[in-house]
Antibody
Framework: QVHLVESGGGVVQPGRSLRLSCAASGFTFSTYVMHWVRRAPGKGLEWVAAIWADGSNKYYVDSVKGRFTVSRDNSKNTLYLQMNSLRAEDTAVYYC??????????WGQGTQVTVSS | DIVMTQSPDSLAVSLGERATINCKSNQSVLYSSNNKNYLAWYQRKSGQPPKLLIYWASTRESGVPDRFSGSGSGTDFTLTISSLQAEDVAVYYCQQYYSTPRTFGQGTKVEIK
């Protein structure tokens, strides 16, 4: 059974950093592309980043390029999102999601990130 | 970037009645080499993560009730709930996975009338 559990969220001041983790189980993590998607308060879903199964390619939405870095440790079955220079508009629930045949078939429960002074 | 626009933003439907949600992209998400539409539908209930309902525009995910169906091609798509149940109250999103950045529609909130 596929299981994705995000952690690392919290309250952080603008300009500071936070690292999110997503622990995966129930499938062969190292063979799947993984994504981060967020949902800001009162808003819809926004795709944030993706990383190939072997970590060789990474993609980002323009609003986080240069500030966020997606990575993975296939030996630990864990996906990461390093978020630097955080802004108020980064406040959101962050979900990790598995990709199957290009679409996202399983999602974690999400972790809340609040950027506030 | 491909812009996805859903309509309506919200709708209230009586139990047992049909609910129809539209999704339009500003460029085609039909990949000509395999004739597949790179379009998915997700359901997000309050306090829960999104759940995959439909992929390739019309293929129902395993375990999804058959009252949910997807149709359309190119730039115009529809999600239909044939007979609304109380447990279908949620926000529904379309998403294109034809190109990066992946983009979602703004969401459609479905409520019981």
């Amino acid at each position: 059974q596929v299981h994705l559990v995000e952690s690392g969220g919290g309250v952080v001041q603008p300009g500071r950093s936070l690292r999110l983790s997503c622990a995966a189980s129930g499938f062969t993590f190292s063979t799947y592309v993984m994504h981060w998607v967020r949902r800001a308060p009162g808003k819809g879903l926004e795709w944030v980043a993706a990383i190939w199964a072997d970590g060789s390619n990474k993609y980002y939405v323009d609003s986080v390029k240069g500030r966020f870095t997606v990575s993975r440790d296939n030996s630990k079955n864990t996906l990461y999102l390093q978020m630097n220079s955080l802004r108020a508009e980064d406040t959101a629930v962050y979900y990790c999601a598995r990709e199957r045949d290009s679409y996202n078939d399983h999602w974690g429960q999400g972790t809340q990130v609040t950027v506030s002074s | 970037d491909i812009v996805m626009t859903q309509s309506p933003d919200s709708l209230a439907v009586s139990l047992g009645e049909r609910a129809t949600i539209n999704c339009k992209s500003n460029q085609s998400v039909l990949y000509s080499s395999n004739n597949k539409n790179y379009l998915a539908w997700y359901q997000r209930k309050s306090g829960q993560p999104p759940k995959l309902l439909i992929y390739w525009a019309s293929t129902r995910e395993s375990g999804v009730p058959d009252r949910f169906s997807g149709s359309g091609s190119g730039t115009d798509f529809t999600l239909t709930i044939s007979s609304l149940q109380a447990e279908d109250v949620a926000v529904y999103y379309c998403q294109q996975y034809y190109s990066t950045p992946r983009t979602f529609g703004q969401g459609t909130k479905v409520e019981i009338k």
